[in-house]
């Protein structure tokens, strides 16, 4: 059990409570009698509210299941429609309006790029996350299937010549797409140097430049035998880098030892579905990362091979410009930070009558007030120089619930002494009653939102669960293409448009969640900039880097302005329902079901027993997949949906439980900490768990996995804790 330190009428769990006091008070320019003042009347004032928008979603889903009871869908869709009006579910759109967030980055505003996600409480992950605003090309090519391994290219232990030179021809075709030489191709390039301010490409005897020297923006080293290079183009930077003694270097005519790509523009820092946190040992982990990277302190020291390393944010990078003068680049991404959403409530605070209190409240707070070290300037390296704190927050339903996080950043900004709208906000578009009320979710944040993003896997998990009475959903791998799926992604986009996100807030789009395979990423998620992106998840810093790619060959801004001409009202296409056709046969059945069931288990023992919240777990066609709270809240509403409707049994589903608990813990043979789930399925709690996902999944709120883990893993804690003593 928590110890718990009493502060104006609220128990405040003691491991936060000394965090707060010794770490992140101190130097924030908010004093403790201040905050916790604020911190009080923000929670007996705003969880009514909150718990009021539970209620809501509680009872919208009730009226949903026994409309589907009585109707059915196909036949009755326009009573269908009117009926959501009718509830509230569908609202009526207000009047059209442009957005006017002010001071937000040029990350967000000018550039288009990728954007990372990583789970805040992994230093040596985070730390990475932020440095991958660079990433070299090279090793992002060399490493990853980017390239084949055809023709003798194999990714072999020791470095591998005939690979080598495939990156090194991929690396100067780039070149030639975003700088083109006068004349010839970069791949005959000799030497590089800089002369009368312009950047000379010899080519043996022959000299020739850039057919546009404005893609020239600066160099380091000597004019006449300069160490790297800097090009620009679409608002990216690309930097040559050349070094005669590397072992690349040394082997390449122009002594280029690699291309230093500029990565991820931005990257959100995760407290949600990437984290695992139920306690306040966990959360003050999160909240002391955050910190670390708001006051440029964090560092992690691991141990890589035989090597013990210790892992730092980068500083910024310097150059020459070709006019004289120095520039400096960002050496980090913009960081973004992710609360948690509105549900969930946290024993780490109780209120004045012992009750949890809302974790998302907490989170805007907490987070907030370490970001004031940020925007004091307490670090020497700058996160935002706009002087904005950016949240991401996640799974709202409907623009009621925009509006209680409008109303909560108000109330803390003025907690923490902070001006209107400094606190910006990013919008998952992630539920359903979001989708369809996006123009009102957008109106309500106005003046503070940076983003609204195509969050497709919990978007995928809510459809499923929001309709589960309505009948049999199609196979998980056709959800991408379905109807609502297509139409929501489109209407992401129109709705930003008709916003005037365009210069102000980003367009983004959802994760690439197969963290292996970067040539299908380099083949496919080009058409989230075609559709109107200007920003993409990326699941690691070697995918950004690949990724980036896609922003140099696609112009976002022109394809934003074109798509304006087909901006159109796709609300009935979202409200398509995905409802199979057909009958599967039992070969395919227990397909899906075993696909399903290896996921959530390979997942949840991570998360329950390890305390992992974001895993790469390998399908039944063994692609390692990522995995976090979304896509669990797809399989388990899928498997839940599928029993619902009798296409399952419950023995069926239990005894696929069982053979895939087996694979997973094969699958985990080698980690020496690992405690099979079956050598006893009644007392594995990470089994029970997963059982109780599928089996109870119909009764989850929203079809969310979050009371069920978060319980299950404090049983876990407990019991390892009893087992201990
Ligand atoms: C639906 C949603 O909400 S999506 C948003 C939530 N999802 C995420 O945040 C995804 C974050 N990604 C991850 O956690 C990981 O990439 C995983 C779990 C998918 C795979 O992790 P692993 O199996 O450890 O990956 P792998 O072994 O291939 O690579 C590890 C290396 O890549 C780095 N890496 C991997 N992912 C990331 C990341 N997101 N950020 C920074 N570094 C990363 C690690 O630091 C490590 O490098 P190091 O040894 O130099 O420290
Ligand atoms: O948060 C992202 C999602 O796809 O869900
Ligand atoms: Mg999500």
Redesign the pocket.
């Known amino acids: 059990m928590a110890r718990y330190t009493k502060v104006k009428g609220m128990q405040i769990a003691e491991e936060l409570y000394h965090f707060l006091e010794r770490e992140a008070l101190p130097g924030s320019e908010v004093s403790s009698e201040d905050f916790w003042q604020g911190v009080s009347s923000l929670i007996q004032d705003l969880t009514p509210r909150n718990r009021e928008l539970l209620e809501k979603r509680d009872h919208i889903q009730q009226q949903l299941d026994d409309w589907h009871k009585q109707h059915d869908w196909k036949n009755n869709q326009e009573a269908y429609h009117d009926y959501l009006k009718e509830i509230g579910y569908w609202e009526p759109e207000g009047e059209p309006f442009t957005i006017s967030t002010a001071n937000a980055d040029d990350e967000i505003t000018v550039q288009a790029g990728p954007q990372l996600v990583v789970p805040v409480n992994n230093a040596r992950y985070a730390i990475n996350a932020a440095n991958a605003r660079w990433g070299s090309l090279y090793d992002a090519l060399y490493g990853t299937d980017a390239i084949s391994e055809e023709d003798g290219a194999e990714r072999t232990a020791a470095y591998n010549p005939i690979r080598g030179q495939k990156v090194v021809d991929f690396g100067r075709s780039f070149l030639d797409e975003i700088a083109p030489l006068a004349a010839g191709s970069h791949a005959d390039a000799t030497k590089y140097a800089v002369e009368d301010d312009r950047l000379i490409v010899y080519q043996d005897e022959e000299k020739t430049s850039l057919q546009d020297q404005n893609a020239f923006i600066g160099f380091q080293g000597e004019k006449e035998l300069p160490s790297a290079i800097l090009l620009k183009h679409h608002g990216l930077h690309v930097e040559i880098q050349i070094d005669h003694e590397h072992p690349i270097g040394k082997t390449d005519a122009a002594g280029v030892k690699d291309l230093l790509i500029e990565s991820a523009l931005t990257t959100i820092m995760d407290c949600e ?1 990437s984290v695992t946190a139920v306690d306040a040992e966990d959360k003050v982990l999160v909240y002391r990362n955050w910190l670390g990277l708001m006051n440029g302190s964090l560092s992690a020291t691991f141990k890589k091979g035989d090597k013990v390393l210790e892992r730092k944010l980068n500083g910024d990078r310097t150059y020459n410009a070709n006019t004289g003068e120095e520039i400096s680049l960002r050496g980090r991404s913009l960081l973004l930070v992710r609360n948690v959403g509105h549900l969930m409530t946290s024993n780490m605070v109780l209120d004045h009558d012992g009750q949890e209190v809302p974790e998302g409240m907490l989170d805007t707070v907490i987070t907030g007030l370490l970001a004031k070290h940020e925007l004091l300037g307490r670090s020497g390296l700058r996160n935002s120089e706009k002087g904005s704190v950016y949240i991401v927050k ?1 799974k709202m339903h409907g623009s009621e619930e925009v509006a209680f996080a409008n109303e909560l950043f108000n109330r803390v900004e003025d907690i923490l002494g902070l001006q209107r709208s400094t606190l910006k906000i990013g919008v ?1 578009d ?1 539920e359903r009653r979001t989708s369809l009320n996006l123009a009102n979710c957008i109106r309500e944040v106005k003046e503070r939102i940076v983003f609204i993003n195509t ?1 497709f ?2 978007r995928t998990g809510d459809e499923i669960h929001t309709s589960i009475e309505a009948g049999a959903v199609i196979r998980k791998d056709e959800m991408k293409a379905s109807v609502w799926l297509q139409a929501y992604e489109k209407s992401n986009v129109d709705t930003g448009l008709k916003s005037g996100l365009p210069g102000r807030a980003q367009i983004g789009k959802g994760m690439w969640a197969m963290p292996d395979r970067m040539k299908d990423m380099l083949e496919q998620k080009v058409n989230h900039l075609k559709a109107g992106g200007n920003t993409a998840w990326v699941p690691s810093p070697t995918a950004a880097t690949l990724h980036a790619i896609h922003y140099h060959q696609e112009n976002v801004t022109e394809i934003q302005e074109q798509l304006r001409s087909s901006i159109q009202d796709r609300k009935q296409e979202i409200l398509t329902l995905p409802l199979a056709e057909g009958r599967w046969s039992e070969q395919e059945i227990q397909q899906e079901l075993d696909n399903n069931a290896q996921g959530i288990l390979g997942y949840v023992v991570r998360w329950v027993e390890h305390g992992i919240g974001c895993s790469k777990v390998p399908d039944i066609h063994n692609v390692g997949l990522m995995e976090d709270r ?1 896509t669990l809240r797809i399989s388990s509403q899928h498997l839940a949906n599928w029993l619902h409707h009798g296409i399952c049994t419950e023995e069926q589903v239990l005894s696929t439980m069982k053979r895939m608990a087996k694979v997973v813990d094969e699958q985990n043979a080698g980690d020496p900490n690992y405690h099979p789930m079956a050598s006893d399925y009644e007392s594995s709690i990470a089994f029970q768990a997963a059982c109780e996902l599928v089996f109870e999944g119909r009764k989850q709120p929203n079809g969310y996995t979050e009371p069920i883990l978060h319980r299950r893993r404090q049983e876990f804690k407990e019991k390892a804790l009893v087992e201990k003593r």
Do not use: Q, R, T
């Open positions: 579905d996640p998952m992630e969050g896997l919990d979304a």
